[in-house]
């Protein structure tokens, strides 16, 4: 799945949780400052993420993400481990 495609996803699981309109998401948006999301946002944001696509984000890796970018390179990341165990 390209980058942009998850973006748009993300885009849209950020404003069914938050219920807030966002303008298109830059890689380098902070999750805090950015989109003023708190603690509880970004949990029910990740729930939503991984029921969408089928797969675990671990909290040691919640801990390091700070924007935007870091959601999609931990989903490009996670996606495509999962599309190879799948193939196995």
């Given at each position: ?33 950015g ?23 671990e909290t ?29």
């Amino acid at each position: 799945m390209e980058r942009t495609q998850l973006s748009a996803i993300v885009l849209d699981l950020l404003e069914k949780e938050t219920g807030e309109t966002y303008d298109a998401l830059e890689d380098s948006t902070t999750l805090n400052e950015g989109l003023g999301l708190d603690s509880l946002d970004m949990a029910g944001l990740i729930l939503h993420i991984e029921s969408h696509f089928g797969i675990q984000i671990e909290t040691e890796l919640l801990d390091e993400i700070k924007n935007v970018g870091q959601i999609l390179d931990t989903l490009e990341d996670k996606i495509a481990l999962k599309e190879g165990k799948n193939a196995a």
